[in-house]
């Protein structure tokens, strides 16, 4: 397999996991146009409504479970019918959404299970999303499939960072973009058409890899017969092999508890740097923003590092104590804010170490036939972190506000992240202990 067509396959899910995750934050920037009234070319929608929809990403996938069957379904029928498959879900959600918003609809729906009634234009817009929200992460476990498939041996690391840097670069654009476009041409549905349409784009490039996939796999057939070879067809009883690995379980909780240390920090991030910081509030919001563009850089560079020299677990230790000292200093009662921007270089660089060495070395502790399962497994667990942390650090918040002032110690909310870090160096110790019984190889290099 030439290093060229490596790359054009890389590029060519990239781009389309780059357009989903585009999609995935067009609305984001567009609370404004939604919430204002509709004398002023608003949609009306009150702040819970655009909560309930903003949470709709994910309904699907962790009441329904689909996200754990997508992965199933990814290593019984393969890469190429669950990529289109999830691209046909991605549009299909996209342009309902898209149909909800560009139409005016009366009347409301109360929910079940006492979830509250929210106009029909909300429920619609928020179904599309949700459906989205199933092809989405079923395309991202289906590309880092595609990775595994056509790295392995060679730049896997580099590869997988490389593919992240590019979904940064698409939230990245929708943050900047689509606020603009949707003001310029007079609607939000606008900016959600824009979306839908380069989701479309990505179903045509996602069909071009399929072509290339299918000639791969002819040219890599079994001499005697074009099927797979025995020990690489998925089997049911194969889950076993997963439930079972220590190993495995330990990547999960580990992923479980870093981005738990991430990801919830940042939609707490501005508002620590204006009350505990002292921070203008026009410029707090660019310091937490630093770490998402700093992993554009980041994490292809650290995945190149596994790729030349190995010591996958030792990354994962490093960038695992990073997050924890950075935390630590945070709860510390210091507010000098130079300080600050420091400790967001250092999460940072973290945010490059860990999911570099991370991704990467499933492939070494699970078999092929089972690794969509896997990556479904741990982004569905990971899920349910990124749901449930928000709430419970925004209690925490709560109960440390000044009701006179409105000021907040965020004191206990920082010692709670630096657990997670704590948490994290542990897993990760434990899991640099397994690498060494089981011989995964997670120290050496990938490229063989």
Known sequence: MSKRMRFVTLVLVSLTMMFAYFFTDVMSPLEPLLTASRETGGLSWSSDEYGFFSGSYGFFNVFLLLLFFGGIVLDKFGIRFTGILSSLLMLG?????????????????????????????????????????????IACITATKVIVKWFTGYEVGFAMGLQVALARIGTAAALAFSLPFAQWLGAAYYSVGLGAALLFGGLLLFLFYCVLDKRFDREAAHADSGEMPAEE??????????????????????????????????????????????????????????????????????????????????????????????HIVLALPFSY???????????????????????????????????????????????????????????????????????????????????????????????????KIRGYGLERRNIS
């Open 93 to 137: 959600g996209a342009l309902i959404k898209w149909w909800a918003l560009s139409s005016s609809f009366g009347g409301s729906v109360a929910l079940p299970f006492s979830l509250g009634v929210y106009s029909t234009q909300v429920v619609l817009a928020s179904f599309g999303f949700a459906l989205f929200g199933v092809g989405c992460e």
């Open 233 to 326: 067809v998925f089997h049911f009883s194969d889950l076993r092999l997963l439930l079972v690995s220590r190993g495995f379980w330990y990547i999960t909780l580990l992923c479980l508890m870093f981005y738990a240390g991430v990801f919830p920090f940042l939609k707490f991030a501005t508002k620590l740097m204006i009350f505990k910081y002292g921070i203008p509030e026009n410029m707090a919001g660019l310091i937490p923003a630093m770490l998402p563009f700093g992993t554009i850089f980041l994490t292809p560079l650290f995945g190149r590092i596994y790729d030349r020299y190995g010591r996958g677990a030792t990354l994962m230790i490093a960038g695992s104590v990073l997050l924890c000292a950075v």
């Open 337 to 435: 804010w130079p300080l600050v921007i420091l400790m967001m270089v250092m999460l940072g660089v973290a945010f490059g170490m860990v999911p570099s060495a991370m991704w990467p070395s499933v492939p070494k502790i699970i078999p092929m036939k089972l690794l969509g399962t896997a990556y479904a497994l741990i982004f569905y667990i990971q899920n349910i972190g990124l749901s449930l942390v928000p709430i419970w650090i925004g209690k925490i918040n709560q109960q440390h506000t000044d009701p006179s002032t409105g000021m907040i110690d965020y004191t206990e909310s920082m010692t709670v992240f630096a657990l997670f870090g704590l948490l994290a160096i542990v897993i990760s110790l434990l899991l640099l202990r397994e690498d």
